[in-house]
């Protein structure tokens, strides 16, 4: 499909498409086939042959190591890295990292995206963002939030709970939702502050179990619950604004959310592949299976649905260049997550045995797929926010946030 992306974005999407089919898939492939986990030292030997081709953080802007993409001028490299298990993190596109870096570029000061942000691109740290919370606390209604801080001289003291922290369990420091004016509406009280991981009081208690997770890396970023007890830091560590924090999020979810509707797009393009490849060698009842109509048929609309979902999220990430674009990205996201899921679905389907066999990435993929319908927002959240637009019953004086449930939990190519 010709999808009038700018000969840039071709460009490059067509050099991070040869890097995956030549270095990343044939490794993830091997990985698959022995139970042999990719070292770290191994991604980074991928990170360097990254840079070799200028592929290497796509997302970021030169001056901080990255190549400098225009927003809508990436997606379609993201849907390339999709395609593999490790494929973002290859290029060191991978979120939360990737949401985290664009995080401290938009907001930071020049002395916070030289201590932070330089190194994060770089992979010389991690981070994670700490919103959701268990219980009571903040998850599709984000105005719950419970987590606090309160000033101390220069210091912030930060009293929180946090779980589904993604990456949390190997993060060098941690982007923090914390309330910081509890007089004022969540809304307009809340900030966002950089916690290091080694600083008193940071109590990282479980990697959360969860569903999906290949396990074909060394990499144990995980899913975390973590405890802030009176946990003191600078009040420089802010990021952006104070009371900022709702504002900067939602600026960070918009654009994230298109990026996994494109990793999620790819994902389900290469079990499409796979699964069409089988048809077309498997024979059945007399006939090969790709001579089934039932079948064809099945095919066919999932070409057709994948491609109004590829078609959707180009738009919204062109709306999202003049506004805040939040219905075309709601209705992107809810979309693409339910056609990514019926069609590897699919996929697995057409496959059988070979399709719940792991020698294929087809079951890892349908695994991680799942969870796609509910971090970054789930599905009837963001139905909610389509029928407000749709009955003309928003408030605009209240615009309203979609932090929804677990936005927080990282649903990339990896264990996601």
Known sequence: MEYHD????????????????????????????TGEEITMDE???????????DLFAPQVPEEYGGQGLDFSDMLPSFEQVGRSLIGALAIRANAPQEGNMHTLEMVGTEAQKEEWLRPLVQGEIQTA?????????AGSDPKMLQSTAVKDGD???????????SDGLGADYYLAMVRTDLDAHPYEGTSII???????GVEVQRNIPHLGGHGITEREGGHAEVKFDNVRVPVENTLGEEGAGFRIAQMRLGGGRLTHC???SGMAERSLDIAKAYLQE?????????????????????????????????HAA???????????????KMFTANVTNETIDLALQCCGGNGIGKDLPIAHFYENVRAFRIVDGADEVHRRSIARWAFEDVDEAEIENTLQFDEDLRIDTLDE
Not at 6 to 25: H, L, N, Q, T, W
Not at 43 to 53: F, L, P, Q, T, Y
Not at 129 to 137: D, I, L, N, S
């Open 6 to 33: 700018s000969e840039k974005a071709k460009e490059v999407a067509g050099r991070v498409e040869a890097f995956m089919d030549e270095v990343v898939i044939p490794r993830e492939r091997e990985a698959l086939a």
């Open 43 to 53: 991604i980074h030997e991928m990170w360097d042959m990254a840079k070799e081709r």
């Open 129 to 137: 963002f700490a919103m959701t919370e268990p219980k009571v606390g």
């Open 155 to 165: 210091e912030w003291v930060i009293n929180a709970h946090k779980w589904w922290t």
């Open 194 to 200: 950089m916690v290091p991981r080694d600083a008193d």
């Open 262 to 264: 494109m990793r999620y």
């Open 282 to 314: 498997r024979e059945a009842f007399g006939t090969k299976l790709e001579e089934k109509q039932a079948l064809r048929h099945r095919i066919a609309d999932a070409e057709t649905r994948l491609h109004a979902a590829r078609t959707m999220v180009r």
């Open 318 to 332: 062109r709306e999202l260049d003049r506004s805040d674009a939040r219905i075309e990205v709601a209705m992107s």
